[in-house]
């Protein structure tokens, strides 16, 4: 049985994967902004523990952090996530700014609050690990034409992890990057090709096989290594 800190529960990919590992007797920190209103999370059965943070502010992410002192985590998956502002207002041409910084604050800063203030609790258990939920946006090798500062945010959080994942080697902790293909969220929209729970399985099982050995690898939801 492990222990496993997720963000963005309340509903898509972060649902899904709480489901899972609750289903498997884990015990899941399922982490978002208002677990008050979260009302498919609180449906969940098993030792799910809803958690607020909200992962662009710093002061959340320490409170969060300061209520799970001492519990030793063996997994942080770092999965919230937003798209940015409407696609005209994020090209070459047109930028909404704020809209941009926000993006950045929670796609590619987000991640990193939840990973430092949970470092001692990841030193805490035996083999801890933290994969953080991208996209294949943020992979200079693909071709983008649109969403501009989601793909820059994404990018962002790649090479950090990446950079984290050099640092935490020494201290035995694994890090790494999935994708987690085009889901039927309300990110993916309806069109898309995986349900959020084929995409959370792939998801988890990626996670799973983070070790110390692979740490730093970025992949694909379906378990193939992604291009940078
Ligand atoms: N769907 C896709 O096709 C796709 C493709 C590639 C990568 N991804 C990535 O997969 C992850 C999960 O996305 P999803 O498809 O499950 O999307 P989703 O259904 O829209 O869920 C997004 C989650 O992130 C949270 N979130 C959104 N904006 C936030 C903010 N400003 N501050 C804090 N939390 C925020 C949401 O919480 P609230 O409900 O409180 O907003 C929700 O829990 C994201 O990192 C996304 O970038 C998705």
């Known amino acids: 049985m492990a222990t ?3 963000t963005g529960t309340n509903k898509g990919v972060g649902l899904e994967l709480t489901k899972i590992y609750a ?21 969940v059965e098993g030792d799910v523990h809803p958690i607020k943070v909200v992962v662009g502010d710093t002061a959340s992410v320490t409170q969060m952090a300061e209520k ?20 005209d207002q994020q090209n070459t041409y047109a930028m909404d700014y704020d809209g941009w910084a926000e993006t950045f604050n929670v ?5 990193v609050r939840v990973l430092q203030a949970l470092i001692p609790n990841l030193r805490l258990a035996e083999a801890g690990k933290v994969m953080t939920v991208t996209s294949q946006m943020g992979a200079l090798s693909f ?6 500062a989601y793909c820059a945010s994404k990018a962002a959080v790649n090479k950090f992890m990446r950079m984290a994942s050099v640092d935490l080697k020494k201290e035995g902790i694994a890090v790494g990057l999935v994708h987690p293909g085009w ?8 069109r898309a090709d995986l349900t959020p729970r084929e995409s959370a399985d792939g998801v988890a ?3 799973d096989a983070l070790t110390i050995e692979n ?3 970025f992949w694909k939801w379906n378990g193939e290594s992604h291009d940078w």
């Open 4 to 6: 496993v800190l997720i």
């Open 23 to 43: 289903g498997r007797g884990d015990r899941v920190y399922a982490a978002c902004r208002d677990p008050e209103s979260a009302t498919d999370l609180k449906a």
């Open 68 to 87: 799970l002192a001492g519990v030793a985590i063996d997994m942080v998956i770092n999965n919230a996530g937003m798209a940015g502002p409407a696609f």
């Open 107 to 111: 796609n590619s800063i987000g991640p």
């Open 143 to 148: 071709e983008m034409i649109a969403a501009h």
């Open 183 to 190: 889901v039927q969220t309300d990110m993916g929209g309806p």
């Open 205 to 207: 099982a990626v996670s």
């Open 215 to 217: 740490t730093g690898g």
